[in-house]
T-cell receptor
Framework: EPEVTQTPSHQVTQMGQEVILRCVPISNHLYFYWYRQILGQKVEFLVSFYNNEISEKSEIFDDQFSVERPDGSNFTLKIRSTKLEDSAMYFC???????????FGDGTRLSIL | GEDVEQSLFLSVREGDSSVINCTYTDSSSTYLYWYKQEPGAGLQLLTYIFSNMDMKQDQRLTVLLNKKDKHLSLRIADTQTGDSAIYFCAESSLGSSASKIIFGSGTRLSIRP
């Protein structure tokens, strides 16, 4: 069964550094998403992306965050200047159409030191 | 805003049925989901139900939806040790052009021998 893959599985970064989290969505999917889960808390929506532009973003997704689909297969989340509170598990998801079930990757655990 | 609530813990005896309950607030929900998260792992889509249905059965899993009361439940028949995990209830409704998912806090299911 096709799946969403995320790399790396664990990223450790110094505070203030830039980090790029990578995702390969399911190949025929058109909608892409990022979510995060701070340890012990709910999974929170960050951003949705369709047709090469952001469809919706949450309050968490401030100017430090950006997303990109640099080629036909990858979908990336960049955090420009990381803060301690960015430490979390980041999940990528994709769906075929806007209101079809979203399939999630295994996540990238981001640790900011 | 939208909210999804579920109890935090459930303990059942191996072989019994587990019932995990959830309530949500968004009356425009289109899909309701159950995701499973094992320790250190990603979010596995277990099952989902469209909001115009009231029941869905898939092997050991039964989902019941009471749209009037905005109540969703997941029943796992013949619960096994491998069912130990956190179960997230979630809902989505169509946003601007993509659907974000709103998650509950998760119910930690533990199995006793």
């Amino acid at each position: 069964e096709p799946e969403v893959t995320q790399t790396p599985s664990h990223q450790v970064t110094q505070m203030g550094q830039e980090v790029i989290l990578r995702c390969v969505p399911i190949s025929n999917h058109l909608y892409f998403y990022w979510y995060r889960q701070i340890l012990g808390q709910k999974v929170e929506f960050l951003v949705s992306f369709y047709n090469n532009e952001i469809s919706e973003k949450s309050e968490i997704f401030d100017d430090q965050f950006s997303v990109e689909r640099p080629d036909g297969s990858n979908f990336t989340l960049k955090i420009r200047s990381t803060k301690l509170e960015d430490s979390a598990m980041y999940f990528c998801a994709s769906s075929g159409y806007s209101n079809q079930p979203q399939h999630f990757g295994d996540g990238t655990r981001l640790s900011i030191l | 805003g939208e909210d999804v609530e579920q109890s935090l813990f459930l303990s059942v005896r191996e072989g019994d049925s587990s019932v995990i309950n959830c309530t949500y607030t968004d009356s425009s929900s289109t899909y309701l989901y159950w995701y499973k998260q094992e320790p250190g792992a990603g979010l596995q889509l277990l099952t989902y139900i469209f909001s115009n249905m009231d029941m869905k059965q898939d092997q050991r899993l039964t989902v019941l939806l009471n749209k009037k009361d905005k109540h969703l439940s997941l029943r796992i028949a013949d619960t096994q040790t491998g069912d130990s995990a956190i179960y997230f209830c979630a809902e989505s409704s169509l946003g601007s052009s993509a659907s974000k998912i709103i998650f509950g806090s998760g119910t930690r299911l533990s199995i006793r021998p």
